[in-house]
């Protein structure tokens, strides 16, 4: 997809991997649209770095667990710029419990992660839909885990949201083809706030100095690494729908038991 002039709805996008995303196709010469639920000061400073690389942004508040915010939030986009081409599904929550303590997952836990990471995606892919069908193409882009294929992460609600929204993915891609590509991308540890503050500075300097050593690459993905990885199925991926990239440095090829120290 030729991205100059196209219009791309990042959920999610006043921090971490949204915001680097947001950014990345302001720079392509996309409008953008920056959603937040809380963090307004975090979202007006992204739309500003939009504007500052010479492309149109508009920032809009929604909670995607709520179906007509997600309604309201792709309206938005098509007031104010007369299309929608991209989706980036980026926004979630979790709640770290050990997966040990299942009674530590609480039904409100359990709805509010599957609300906010699944049925979001879902309800902003449906609204979008109609519009990218006007425009006569369109890709939808799920920010998952790698937890999704493994299981781990920091809940077992956590994986199970990222899991379903994988096998959604490939729902979507046969339903929407050939107008609206979709695919995902499943990080590993990404270096964000979110996790530093889901786990603690101490536990997340170990978490990153052990990737040195368990993983072939041998390193923590950035969140501007995601968001290349997102633009590029969007833009260059042209034969490419229902996949999920694994996105994690080679962490998903590595036993649960852990490996030998590399030299």
Same mark, same amino acid.
């Given at each position: 997809?030729?991205? *100059? &002039?196209? @219009?791309?709805?990042v959920t999610g996008s006043s921090a971490g991997v949204g915001r680097a995303t947001a950014i990345g $196709?302001?720079?392509?010469?996309?409008?953008?649209?920056? %959603?937040? %639920?809380?963090?307004?000061?975090?979202?007006?400073e992204v739309g500003e770095l939009c504007r500052s690389k010479g492309a149109e942004a508009i920032v809009v508040q929604a909670d995607v667990s709520v179906d007509a915010d997600c309604r309201k939030l792709v309206q938005a986009a098509a007031d104010k710029f007369g299309r929608l081409d991209i989706l980036v599904n980026n926004a979630a929550v979790?709640?770290?419990v050990?997966?040990?303590n299942l009674e530590g997952l609480t039904e409100e836990i359990w709805m509010k992660i599957l609300r906010t990471n699944l049925m979001g995606a879902f309800f902003c892919s449906r609204a979008a839909v109609p519009h990218m069908q006007q425009a006569g193409e369109g890709a939808i882009v799920n920010v998952v885990s790698i937890a999704g294929f493994t299981g781990g992460g920091s809940s077992i609600a956590y994986a199970a949201s990222k899991?379903?929204?994988? %096998? #959604?993915?490939?729902?979507?891609?046969?339903?929407?083809g050939p107008t609206i590509r979709v695919n995902g991308v499943a990080p590993g540890a990404i270096d964000t706030r979110w996790i530093r503050n889901g786990v603690g500075e101490e536990? $997340? /300097?170990?978490?990153? /100095?052990?990737?040195?050593? @368990?993983t072939p690459l041998q390193v923590i993905a950035t969140p501007e690494d995601v968001a290349d990885a997102?633009?590029?199925?969007v833009e260059g991926a042209r #034969?490419?729908? &229902?996949?999920?990239?694994?996105? /994690? &440095?080679? *962490?998903?090829? #590595?036993? /649960?038991?852990?490996?030998?120290?590399?030299e």
């Amino acid at each position: 997809m030729e991205l *100059q &002039g196209k @219009t791309a709805l990042v959920t999610g996008s006043s921090a971490g991997v949204g915001r680097a995303t947001a950014i990345g $196709f302001a720079e392509r010469g996309c409008s953008v649209v920056v %959603n937040y %639920n809380r963090s307004h000061s975090e979202a007006e400073e992204v739309g500003e770095l939009c504007r500052s690389k010479g492309a149109e942004a508009i920032v809009v508040q929604a909670d995607v667990s709520v179906d007509a915010d997600c309604r309201k939030l792709v309206q938005a986009a098509a007031d104010k710029f007369g299309r929608l081409d991209i989706l980036v599904n980026n926004a979630a929550v979790t709640k770290f419990v050990e997966h040990s303590n299942l009674e530590g997952l609480t039904e409100e836990i359990w709805m509010k992660i599957l609300r906010t990471n699944l049925m979001g995606a879902f309800f902003c892919s449906r609204a979008a839909v109609p519009h990218m069908q006007q425009a006569g193409e369109g890709a939808i882009v799920n920010v998952v885990s790698i937890a999704g294929f493994t299981g781990g992460g920091s809940s077992i609600a956590y994986a199970a949201s990222k899991a379903a929204i994988i %096998n #959604m993915t490939k729902s979507l891609a046969r339903t929407l083809g050939p107008t609206i590509r979709v695919n995902g991308v499943a990080p590993g540890a990404i270096d964000t706030r979110w996790i530093r503050n889901g786990v603690g500075e101490e536990a $997340f /300097d170990a978490l990153r /100095d052990s990737l040195r050593y @368990t993983t072939p690459l041998q390193v923590i993905a950035t969140p501007e690494d995601v968001a290349d990885a997102v633009i590029w199925l969007v833009e260059g991926a042209r #034969m490419v729908t &229902g996949e999920t990239i694994k996105l /994690d &440095g080679g *962490q998903h090829l #590595m036993s /649960d038991r852990g490996l030998k120290q590399r030299e």
